[in-house]
């Protein structure tokens, strides 16, 4: 390129530059005048001893899709409704606006005549995102739109804010997941998905009350953080003057109560894992854990079947879901494979034929799979069922019979004891649960939080801790059980179709930033 053109393309970058910024600052003006207009507004309200925020209540009769779904009867009566002015169009002595509420939005018609000259000419200076209160006679537009003929116009809350340009809506991803409450107003689908979720967990407590379990609480705040492989956040507990920490998993406390006789027993709470943040982790998330006194892993997995079923049935009506276009059967029998059978099926490795450390690690090197120095047989096996297996498992299906070294709270498989009862579930080629026959034999569960113990001193900050009153909990005795906890936002996920775990939680962990309105 010569020196002119040169010279010119840098002088038009900085023209464009120049432009851009005169723009955002014309932008940013004509925002700041707008916002101080609404403010203005509210000032005149006020003096005018109409203040909005001295309201403290209005009586809801119906709700925007209730009215839509029962027109027939609704027709020609008088209900109130409530929500937040999403559009509004003036027009002399009538006008219409568009009221959303929980479970829709639903035309007004406002007219001079049917409020009143003082009132109208208020309602004329009403803002989109005021949250205002209609009473009126439900009736239908010439055109066939089922709306609200209004005879009082309440302003119950004044937005000081500008909302998301209308057609474009919210959809800065981070601003989304920040405001949250924002994202609720402009973006249905996004309501539905809470919606859903809160349907979910409904429909997994009435199952479970149904089977005769009881939902228990149990400690956050810990002295010992153990029942799963996790670095736990911790915290001072400054009136006893003692280092606390967030619990990982639900697991011990609840087996000190099938120890105490409960024996059915199940607890959806948050837990805390200081770990990493993707698609499918959040360093808190909502786990379920339930024990049943009395069966074995077996068990666990024809009620995951029959629950799963269940949920899907009742919250979409179907047990058929599709995840990214991915069609999967929950009507089905759940396919049953063990950990090794899978290895050999996906790998092409059969560890049945290897007996020895060195023959694992020889396999191991040969497949290109990389593992540690204080990594045993067992542990090899699981890193071939991650880098191999793990993605394949798209319909709903149980992975089997762990080795012994990945599973500290495991009973062992009284045939092979270097493998123990415990499955995984997997959809999608996720992890969706994991359970257990419970470990229950106080000597060996010494031994294994004892192998955990030096795991922890090579550095594995994953590593359980020995828990003595959980040991001496299992010296009173604890009869067979079976366990299992679910990861509650993945299963939302799949049955929400949602790409990511932060669109399934309320107020997902974002790193901390100067707080921007605009």
Same mark, same amino acid.
């Given at each position: 390129?010569s020196?002119n053109?040169?010279?010119?393309?840098?002088?038009?970058?900085?023209?464009?530059?120049?432009n851009n910024q005169?723009?955002?600052?014309g932008?940013?003006?004509d925002?700041?005048?707008?916002?101080?207009?609404?403010r203005e507004?509210?000032?005149?309200?006020q003096q005018?001893?109409k203040?909005?925020f001295e309201?403290?209540?209005?009586?809801?009769?119906?709700?925007?899709?209730?009215?839509?779904?029962?027109?027939?009867?609704?027709e020609?009566?008088?209900?109130s409704?409530?929500g937040?002015i999403m559009?509004?169009?003036v027009?002399?002595k009538?006008s219409f606006c568009?009221v959303?509420?929980?479970k829709?939005?639903?035309q007004?018609?406002?007219?001079?005549d049917a409020?009143?000259?003082?009132?109208?000419?208020?309602?004329k200076k009403y803002?989109?995102?005021?949250?205002?209160?209609?009473k009126g006679?439900?009736?239908?537009t010439?055109t %066939?739109?089922?709306?609200i $003929?209004?005879? @009082?116009v #309440? *302003?119950l809350s004044k937005?000081?804010?500008i909302?998301?340009?209308?057609?474009?809506?919210?959809?800065n991803?981070?601003?989304r997941?920040?405001q949250?409450?924002v994202?609720?107003?402009m973006?249905?689908e996004?309501?539905d998905?809470?919606?859903?979720?809160?349907?979910i967990?409904s429909?997994i407590?009435?199952?479970?009350d149904s089977?005769?379990?009881?939902e228990v609480e149990t400690?956050?705040?810990?002295?010992?953080?153990?029942?799963a492989?996790?670095?736990?956040?911790e915290?001072?507990?400054?009136?006893?003057?003692?280092?606390?920490?967030?619990?990982?998993s639900l697991?011990?406390?609840?087996?000190?109560l099938?120890?105490?006789g409960?024996?059915?027993?199940y607890?959806?709470?948050?837990?805390?894992?200081?770990? %990493?943040?993707d698609t499918? $982790?959040?360093? @808190?998330? #909502? *786990?379920?854990?339930?024990?049943?006194?009395?069966t074995?892993y077996?068990g666990m997995?024809?009620?995951?079947?029959?629950?799963?079923?269940?949920?899907?049935q009742?919250?979409?009506?179907?047990t058929?879901?599709?995840y990214?276009g991915?069609?999967?059967?929950?009507?089905k029998?759940f396919e049953?494979i063990?950990?090794?059978?899978a290895v050999k099926?996906?790998a092409g490795v059969?560890f049945d034929?290897?007996?020895?450390l060195?023959?694992?690690?020889?396999?191991?090197?040969?497949?290109?799979?990389e593992?540690?120095?204080r990594?045993?047989?067992g542990?090899i096996?699981?890193?071939?069922?991650?880098?191999?297996v793990?993605?394949h498992?798209?319909?709903?299906?149980?992975l089997?019979d762990?080795?012994?070294?990945?599973s500290p709270?495991?009973?062992k498989?009284?045939?092979?004891p270097e493998?123990?009862?415990r499955?995984?579930?997997?959809?999608?080629?996720w992890e969706?649960?994991?359970?257990?026959s419970e470990l229950?034999?106080?000597?060996d569960q010494?031994?294994?939080?004892?192998a955990?113990?030096e795991?922890?001193?090579?550095?594995d900050?994953?590593a359980?801790?020995?828990?003595?009153d959980f040991l001496?909990a299992l010296?009173?005795?604890?009869?067979?059980?079976?366990?299992i906890g679910?990861?509650?936002?993945?299963?939302?996920?799949?049955?929400?179709?949602?790409?990511?775990?932060?669109?399934?939680?309320l107020?997902p962990?974002?790193?901390?930033v100067?707080y921007?309105?605009?």
């Amino acid at each position: 390129m010569s020196e002119n053109n040169q010279s010119n393309q840098k002088n038009q970058n900085n023209q464009k530059n120049q432009n851009n910024q005169k723009n955002q600052k014309g932008q940013e003006q004509d925002l700041n005048q707008l916002l101080k207009v609404r403010r203005e507004k509210l000032l005149a309200l006020q003096q005018a001893g109409k203040n909005p925020f001295e309201i403290m209540k209005y009586d809801v009769t119906a709700h925007s899709q209730d009215i839509k779904d029962h027109f027939e009867d609704m027709e020609g009566k008088t209900v109130s409704v409530a929500g937040r002015i999403m559009s509004k169009r003036v027009m002399g002595k009538a006008s219409f606006c568009n009221v959303q509420d929980l479970k829709g939005n639903i035309q007004s018609y406002v007219a001079r005549d049917a409020v009143g000259e003082e009132s109208y000419a208020d309602f004329k200076k009403y803002d989109v995102g005021d949250i205002v209160g209609l009473k009126g006679e439900v009736f239908k537009t010439k055109t %066939g739109e089922i709306s609200i $003929h209004a005879a @009082e116009v #309440t *302003l119950l809350s004044k937005s000081l804010q500008i909302l998301p340009e209308k057609f474009h809506g919210l959809t800065n991803t981070d601003i989304r997941y920040r405001q949250r409450y924002v994202d609720l107003i402009m973006n249905n689908e996004v309501k539905d998905t809470f919606i859903k979720r809160s349907k979910i967990i409904s429909s997994i407590r009435k199952y479970l009350d149904s089977q005769g379990f009881m939902e228990v609480e149990t400690p956050m705040l810990v002295s010992n953080a153990g029942g799963a492989a996790a670095r736990p956040f911790e915290t001072h507990f400054n009136a006893l003057d003692e280092d606390l920490k967030l619990r990982i998993s639900l697991e011990l406390y609840l087996k000190r109560l099938i120890v105490g006789g409960l024996e059915r027993v199940y607890e959806i709470g948050r837990v805390f894992r200081n770990e %990493g943040l993707d698609t499918r $982790h959040n360093p @808190e998330f #909502t *786990l379920m854990e339930l024990y049943q006194a009395y069966t074995d892993y077996h068990g666990m997995m024809d009620l995951t079947e029959n629950l799963y079923r269940h949920v899907a049935q009742d919250v979409l009506g179907t047990t058929k879901i599709v995840y990214k276009g991915i069609e999967m059967d929950l009507g089905k029998p759940f396919e049953r494979i063990t950990m090794v059978d899978a290895v050999k099926k996906y790998a092409g490795v059969d560890f049945d034929e290897i007996h020895t450390l060195e023959e694992a690690r020889a396999a191991a090197k040969e497949k290109g799979v990389e593992f540690e120095e204080r990594h045993k047989k067992g542990d090899i096996l699981n890193l071939f069922f991650e880098t191999f297996v793990e993605e394949h498992l798209i319909q709903p299906t149980f992975l089997m019979d762990h080795p012994v070294e990945i599973s500290p709270l495991t009973k062992k498989k009284p045939d092979n004891p270097e493998y123990t009862e415990r499955f995984e579930f997997f959809m999608n080629g996720w992890e969706m649960a994991n359970a257990y026959s419970e470990l229950n034999d106080p000597i060996d569960q010494r031994e294994r939080f004892k192998a955990q113990e030096e795991l922890l001193a090579q550095g594995d900050e994953e590593a359980n801790r020995t828990d003595e009153d959980f040991l001496n909990a299992l010296e009173i005795g604890m009869p067979p059980t079976g366990g299992i906890g679910f990861g509650i936002d993945r299963m939302v996920m799949l049955l929400t179709d949602s790409p990511a775990i932060r669109d399934v939680l309320l107020f997902p962990t974002l790193k901390s930033v100067p707080y921007d309105k605009k």
